[in-house]
């Protein structure tokens, strides 16, 4: 087998610190960042020794580890939990908390004391879906130091609302006010923004309106700031039908069933080059 580029990833140990700011530098001089869900200590391990920029402790612990069907039955305190045991293993990755369903909705208050539960679980940022109200959250929280990021398009704590898990965004209608949103949180002062199964064509639109508030794409093409996949979903262990935005890292591209794959760190490292170098996504194959 080829020695492939990510085998040259730059060590974790010799990256320095990842910070709000550094992120910042990193997209304005147009490198991709990178981020993965990340669920435990073992995988912040690996996570951090192929230099992953963000760890996204994710409410989709709910179907990948809990077994449950949506995300909606995840509670603050499992959020709480998963983030303390990320949080103890990374060194200089970005960490990243959902705000699982119910804990920020009612008021910006009760999204206030939800976040010191996870900043206090060891996060630096959380995390919270859709537009609208959201943003006079999002601002009451950034005006008292909270790092936040917002999520658009497929939101899957709405899923319900949503019909299903479908592509939002298709029709001028229901872009424009995808765009209006994404300016509503930009002005909130949301820090990051990830877009979640929205044409191509809107996310580029989207990031390049708003260059402060660094965009993260999942199903959303290339033209993000940076991309994001369900760890789960990178190495090829979640079954039934796979979404297109989805690539399973430890397969060579085209590569047979039964060829030999990669191990699991092999896989994080290639995600991460693949990404940096502007190799994944690949819009004929990924993007809408």
Avoid at 25 to 44: I, N, P, W
Avoid at 234 to 260: I, K, N, Q
Wanted: glycine letters at 10%; one cysteine or more; charged letters at 20%.
């Amino acid at each position: 087998m080829s020695v492939h580029p990510a085998e040259n990833a730059t060590p974790a140990a010799a990256r320095p610190v990842t910070s709000l700011p550094r992120l910042r530098e990193m997209a304005a001089r147009g490198e991709k960042l990178t981020m993965v869900t990340c669920y435990d200590a073992t995988f912040a391990q690996l996570l951090e020794e192929a230099s992953v920029d963000t760890l996204l402790v994710g409410d989709s612990l709910g179907n990948v580890v809990q077994g449950e069907s949506s995300t909606l039955p995840v509670t603050l305190a499992h959020m709480a939990y998963h983030t303390a045991a990320v949080a103890r293993a990374k060194r200089n990755a970005w960490l990243i908390a959902d705000m699982p369903f119910g804990s920020y909705e009612a008021s910006p208050q009760l999204a206030m004391a939800s976040a010191v539960t996870l900043m206090q679980a060891g996060a630096q940022m959380v995390k919270l879906e859709g537009g609208g109200v959201t943003a006079e959250t999002v601002r009451f929280l950034t005006e008292r130091g909270i790092p936040v990021c917002g999520h658009l398009g497929l939101t899957p704590q709405r899923v319900h609302a949503l019909g299903g898990f479908r592509i939002q965004g298709r029709e001028e209608a229901a872009a424009a006010l995808l765009r209006a949103d994404a300016a509503a949180l930009a002005d909130a002062g949301a820090a990051m923004l990830v877009l979640e199964l929205v044409p191509s064509v809107l996310a580029r639109q989207i990031t390049e309106a708003h260059p402060q508030m660094m965009t993260i794409g999942i199903g959303a093409g290339a033209g993000t700031a940076g991309q994001v996949l369900v760890l789960h979903d990178l190495l090829g262990l979640t079954r039934g039908r796979r979404p297109r935005f989805v690539r399973d890292f430890t397969r060579e591209p085209g590569s047979e069933a039964d060829a030999p794959g990669l191990s699991v760190a092999q896989a994080l490292r290639r995600y991460v080059v693949d990404v940096k170098a502007g190799l994944f996504p690949d819009e004929t194959l990924h993007g809408y």
